[in-house]
């Protein structure tokens, strides 16, 4: 008589291992270095991103849909974006475009040595990034598309925003304008699944032409994959 193992109640109520979900992640970030990616890429032609509006990102954030940003495996972008901004530009003014409730500020611990500026549309996302806020910081209402300011920064940063602006390379091209003399982006986009990993790769080659990279990171966790990079404006 055979007996046959079964596992634990416990491990058996757990979800499967992600790994389709980490072979997917590897898939893209090979797509997005391959010689191959620009021409698969360019029948995507992504010049639009999604747009959600101002009113339901403010009810999104008002019923916690995006508490999950806190979650742990989100933390090592907004680590890799800080470790970025402090590297290359150390107490340079911040501009955090699409800044939610300011996770970014707060994982950087409040980024005590620099200037920062977070903007966002949604109200409610504001209103609880002002409640973390340190001296250093001033968080506005505003989306990309209706900011203006005569203030420069040597960092714009772009987490996970990009990708809802209006239209991704334009809205790089009217910050660029915004940069301190040398000034740098820094932009993450997770990649989450083949549709969406496809978008955000088509926004990555569209931008690429107006900019060079200065440094790049990819991180796989089991939720999605991001690409941050650090990226300089050509100059014409
Ligand atoms: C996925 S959340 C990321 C929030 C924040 N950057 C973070 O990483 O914690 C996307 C954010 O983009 C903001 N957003 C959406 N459309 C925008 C636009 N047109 N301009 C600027 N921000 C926008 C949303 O309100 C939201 O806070």
Redesign the pocket.
């Known amino acids: 008589m055979t007996t046959r193992l079964e596992p634990p109640a416990a491990a058996r109520s757990d979800p499967p291992a992600p790994v389709f979900s980490a072979v997917m992640s590897l898939l893209l970030l090979l797509l997005a270095r391959s010689r191959l990616g620009p021409r698969l890429l360019r029948p995507l032609r992504a010049r639009r ?1 999604y747009l ?1 509006g ?1 009113a339901r ?2 009810a999104e ?1 008002s019923t916690g849909q ?1 508490r999950f ?1 806190r979650d742990l495996d ?1 933390a090592a ?2 680590r890799i974006v800080e470790l970025f901004r402090r590297r290359l530009k150390p107490g340079g003014a911040v501009l ?9 500020y707060t994982e950087a611990e409040g980024m005590p040595d620099a200037r920062y500026l977070g ?4 109200a409610a ?1 504001i209103a609880g990034a002002k409640r973390g806020a340190g001296p250093n910081a001033r968080f506005q209402l ?4 209706s ?1 203006a300011t005569e203030e420069r920064f040597e960092v714009i ?5 990009l990708y ?3 239209e991704p390379r334009a ?1 790089m091209e009217k910050y660029a304008a915004m940069l301190a003399e040398d000034g740098i982006f820094i932009v ?1 986009m997770a990649l989450c699944g083949l549709r969406d990993g496809l978008t955000k790769l088509a926004i990555w080659h569209d931008i690429a032409p107006a900019t060079e990279i200065v440094a790049e990171t990819s991180l796989v966790a089991p939720s999605a994959a991001w690409i941050v990079k650090a990226l300089r404006p050509k100059r014409a």
């Not at 955090?96 to 970014?104: A, N, R, S």
């Open positions: 991103g959600y101002e990102w403010d954030y995006w940003l989100q972008h907004y955090d475009v699409g800044c939610g409730e300011g996770i970014l903007i966002d549309p949604a996302a505003a989306s990309a598309e900011f940063v772009f987490n996970e925003s809802y602006c209006r809205t993450s």
